[in-house]
């Protein structure tokens, strides 16, 4: 998706990791916001926000693009069920995008991280809905993207703070706590923490 390098250092540095927004965040669409960065280069960078959820959700979302007929819903596995739409930023409202886990693969399936990975085809939700998709999966509407330096530009103002992300973190249930868990998690205490400090 996204090639090259600005520097050999820099070449995916923030590929399978959480970018957290700072209280100081100046776009509001972001405000409070867990990204997980799937690609990051000289081109630019991409990712999805994991802590606002979409109104619709899974089996609707299933029922709407016709692979599941209304008589199906309840025959659904509960993993279908379970999975809670999120909304990946305010990049192409048409797209949806799975976070899995690596042991689902086809052939449009995009390594992210050592064992994440990514797949923007009909084909997992198929899988889902069969009861044959991966173990673990998170489900996106709409992106997140970044122009060549922007991400770093604003990180430079202390727009965002990066970590590593865990699979327990990036996939579980908690959506509402997730950034407050990955601050503490980071030794950051949000009620003492100025608007414009930097990373500690």
């Known amino acids: 998706m996204f090639k090259g390098a600005r520097t050999q250092s820099m070449q995916g540095f923030l590929n399978g990791q959480f970018l957290l927004a700072m209280p100081g965040m100046s776009d509001e669409r972001f405000a409070r916001s867990v990204v997980y960065i799937c690609a990051h280069s000289d081109e630019g960078a991409m990712g999805f926000i994991i802590n606002q959820v979409q109104p619709v959700q899974f089996p609707d979302l299933l029922h709407q ?43 449009s399936t995009m390594p992210v991280a050592e064992d994440v990975c990514l797949t923007a085809t009909v084909d997992i939700l198929r899988a889902i809905y069969g009861g044959a998709g991966p173990k673990r999966a998170l489900m996106a509407l709409r992106y997140s993207g970044w122009a060549p330096g922007q991400l770093e530009a604003e990180m430079a103002a202390n727009g965002w703070i990066n970590c590593d992300a865990s699979l327990d973190l990036l996939f579980d249930s908690d959506i509402e706590g997730k950034y407050d868990r990955l601050m503490k998690r980071m030794g950051i205490d949000l009620s003492r923490l100025v608007s414009d400090a930097g990373h500690a």
């Open 65 to 107: 693009i016709g692979l599941v007929k209304d008589e199906d819903l309840i025959s659904l596995p509960n993993r279908a069920q379970q999975i809670i739409i999120r909304n990946g930023g305010p990049v192409d409202q048409t797209r949806g995008f799975v976070l899995h886990t690596d042991d689902y693969m086809v052939e």
